[in-house]
Structures are given as structure tokens and as C-alpha cells.
Nanobody
């Protein structure tokens, strides 16, 4: 059974930092693109960041570029999202996603295309 489990969310004041993690089980990740999405109340889910199989290639949405950093550790089947200089507009439920083997890609705007599995989501709240 494939599972993606996010951790590390929570509440922080504007300007602060949080790091969320997503651990995958039931599959190996080293042949799959991975990404982070978020959904704020009343809004559609949007791509935040995406990373290629090796971790050498990353893409970000314009709203987070320069503040968020996506990384992965294939030995731990885990993808991370370091979020710095957080703003109230970053408040959302954050979801990780993974693509099929060699079947995904990242857009230049940080959206993972070809997602096959999703995590349950984790809340990130930024107060002003």
C-alpha cells in the first residue's frame, strides 16, 4: 500500500520559518518526480514546488520563489519543503504528491504534472 505522510506543519508568525516533510512508503521514489501543492480556504489547489528524480532540478511558483526550498533524500524516501520569510498568504493545507515512475514532469511554475499519489495534507498557518 502506497502512503505519503506529511509532517512538520503548524503555526508561525509572519517572517518565521517552517519545514514540512513527506515520507513515502510502499514504493521507491528515486525514479519519480515529487512536488508540493497547497490549498487555501475557498481557493483551488495550486502547485508550490516540484523536484526531479535526482533532486538536481527544482521549480517554484512565483509567489514562493526565493523563500521556499524543496529538497529530497531518496535514501529516506522523503521530500522536504523549507519555508522561510512566511507570509499570511502562505496559510493553507500543504499536500505532497508523487508521480509515476519516469512519468512525471515539473512545470516552470513549480507544478508537478502526472501525480499518482497524494498525502493527506498538513496545515500551515501564518499569523500577522
Amino acid at each position: 500500500q502506497v502512503r505519503l505522510v506529511e509532517s512538520g506543519g503548524g503555526s508561525v508568525q509572519a517572517g518565521g520559518s517552517l519545514k514540512v516533510s513527506c515520507a513515502a512508503s510502499g514504493l521507491t521514489v528515486d525514479d519519480r518526480f515529487m512536488g508540493w501543492f497547497r490549498q487555501a480556504p475557498g481557493q483551488e489547489r495550486e502547485g508550490v514546488s516540484c523536484i526531479n528524480m535526482s533532486g538536481a532540478g527544482t521549480n517554484y511558483a512565483g509567489s514562493v520563489r526565493g523563500r521556499f526550498t524543496i529538497t529530497r533524500d531518496n535514501t529516506k524516501n522523503t521530500v522536504y519543503l523549507q519555508m522561510d520569510s512566511l507570509k499570511p498568504a502562505d496559510t493553507a493545507v500543504y499536500y505532497c504528491a508523487i508521480a509515476s515512475p519516469y512519468g512525471g514532469r515539473c512545470t516552470s511554475a513549480g507544478t508537478l504534472i502526472g501525480s499518482t499519489h497524494w498525502g493527506q495534507g498538513i496545515q500551515v498557518t501564518v499569523s500577522s
